[in-house]
Structure formats: C-alpha cells, structure tokens
DNA sequence: AAGAAGGACAACCGCCCGAGG
DNA sequence: TCCTCGGGCGGTTGTCCTTCT
C-alpha cells in the first residue's frame, strides 16, 4: 500500500501552465515566498495546480536568474567531468553551473552532450587506433543506454559512474565541504543498503577509461573543478 | 503540401530522506 | 521509537516544434 498521494489529481490542473498561472505565481512568490510550505501553496495563491507542480514550475523556470539554453563550452566540460565523478546527480552538477537547474542539465545531457561525447569518442577512436570500429566499453554504455528504456539500476553508466550515496544528507555534506573542487574520494562507495563491499565492486571503471574520457573532454578532467554556485536561502525563497 | 520522424524541453511520477510530532 | 508529512531528487513521459522524405 503505497503513500497517500500529495493532492487530489483528479481535481487538479495538470499539462502546460498558462502565462496567467505563471504571473499568479511568482506574483505570489514576490509577496509571500513559499512561506515554508508547497502543498498549501497553490491553495493560498488560488491556483488549482499540485503543490509539487508549483514548486518544479517556480524552480526550473520562473525563478530569478535562470538561464534557458546556450550552453558553453566550458558549462559542457564541468557536467561532463562531474557526470564522470558523481554519475546523474543533476542537482550537484546544476549547483556549479550558476544560473542553472537540475532539470536544465539533465534535459542538455540526455539529448545533446551524450550524443556530442559518442560522436567525439568514435572519432577519437578512429584517429588513435584506425583499425578499431567500435569506442571503449564505457562509451558504448552510453550509446546503449540512449537506445534503451532500462531502469537507473539498470543503467551501464550510471552503474559504473555513479558510487551509491547513502544519504542525501551526505550529498550536502559533500558540497558544503567541498573547497572548491569534486573529489572522487569524497564519495562513499556505498550501495545504500549498507553494504560498502558492493559499492566497491560496482566501481568497474579501469583507470584506462577514466584518462580516456578526461582526455577526451579537456578541460577538467584531472584539474581541480570550480566551487559549486550555491543558491543562498533568500535566492530560493525571492522573500 | 502532408505526414513521419526526430529533437528539445517542460512536466509528471514515484521513491527516498529528514524533520517534527 | 515510530509514524506522518513535505521537500527534494532522478527517471520517464508528454507535447510541441522542426526537419526530413
């Protein structure tokens, strides 16, 4: 038996928001801030949305200083080398590219970097090694991830990138820590369940395809990464 | 010109975790 | 200590738009 759901869906607006759900919005965000609770939210602003729907609407794009598209070069080298540090943890790589949401970097990552990283492998491939057809291991995971529908536990890379965390209270812990780069060693090889020795046996990846990537992307691959962009209280809330 | 296919991204779903009663 | 609730996260789906045939 499954959690009570957080709102009534059948009585709720679902789909696209209108551009007058976005001005009663963040109107009422100007004025009140989330007021320390998003289930009420909508009810208290008079919009009959989710409260969980509000908050991704306000977060991903209504929010002050949000930036939409136009990725970097540079923005490109910081997920892709913490894509190879952390794995998918979206919400950390976001936190170092200011002005950026996890949804963003997810979104860019799944339909262009990966794509960007299979072609640049393939060529790489070629030019270091004429007679090879296919890119190393890791990077076919890519490619076989993209062509599939499997689960996250499924998820070749995500299996080998992505060192279990064994609480979000680590993951913050890790960025409040951090004095401004990403270490590998700060993260726990814990599978969750806490099992230590099978977070260490998932860490498959040879030290072979580690330089490759790095060398592969440039830019941070063995430097030191920029601090995370925290968003202070007062950015999130717009009180 | 029309339909199909693919890409981009907004939004939803379900789970996990911490806080507080 | 247990239970409930809300926030947050990552994965997935839906929808719109563009490009191709």
Redesign the pocket.
Known sequence: M?????CD?AN??????SPE??VVLRSYMEKHG????????PQKAGLN?????C???W???LRPDIK???FTEEEDNIICSLYIK??????????HLRGR????V???W???LK?KLITSSNNDAVKKNPSATSPPALLHAVAV?SES????T??PI?KLY?PP????????SMINDQEGSVSSSTVTADD?SGSSKAGEEDMLLSEFDLGFLSELLGGYGDEEMPPPLLWTASE?RYS
């Open positions: 499954g959690r009570a759901p957080c869906k709720v607006k679902r789909g696209p928001w759900e976005d989330t007021g320390g609770n998003w289930i009420a939210l949305r989710c409260g969980k729907s908050r991704l609407r977060l991903n794009y939409h598209g136009g952390l794995g998918s943890r979206w919400s950390i790589i976001a936190s949401t996890d949804n963003d997810k979104n860019y799944n339909t262009k794509k991830k529908k499997n689960s996250y499924s998820d995500s992505s965390l064994s609480s979000s209270n680590h993951l913050s969750g999130l």
